[in-house]
Nanobody, 125 residues
Framework: QVQLVESGGGLVQAGDSLRLSCAAS????????MGWFRQAPGKEREFVTAIRKNGGATFVADSVKGRFTLSRDNAKDTVYLQMNSLRPEDTAVYFC??????????????????WGQGTQVTVSS
């Protein structure tokens, strides 16, 4: 069983930055693919970014490309989502997810095995 705990959300103004963290426990961290998804009120959960296990390839949604950066620190069992140039449309609950499958489609939320509780990000205009 893997536990994921997100932190770092909050209320910011458009153009500001935030860094979200997701700390994992319960399994060898480097064996987990890690992803971030978000869900705005009344909308479907959508893919934001993800990284393969062992620090492999990173994938980023077009809507955040060039603004959001995902990194992982295997020594701290933590992934970080650096969010710059935030926009009101980035307002959502952000969820961290972990996947154990090999060669999984990291953009598919249904393929992840574990989820965090979510952290709210609100961007005011």
């Amino acid at each position: 069983q893997v536990q994921l705990v997100e932190s770092g959300g909050g209320l910011v103004q458009a153009g500001d930055s935030l860094r979200l963290s997701c700390a994992a426990s319960g399994r060898t961290f480097s064996s987990l693919a890690m992803g971030w998804f978000r869900q705005a009120p009344g909308k479907e959960r959508e893919f934001v970014t993800a990284i393969r296990k062992n620090g492999g390839a990173t994938f980023v949604a077009d809507s955040v490309k060039g603004r959001f950066t995902l990194s992982r620190d295997n020594a701290k069992d933590t992934v970080y989502l650096q969010m710059n140039s935030l926009r009101p449309e980035d307002t959502a609950v952000y969820f961290c997810a972990a996947g154990t499958r090999t060669f999984m489609n990291l953009r598919a939320s249904g393929l992840y095995d574990y989820w965090g509780q979510g952290t709210q990000v609100t961007v005011s205009s």
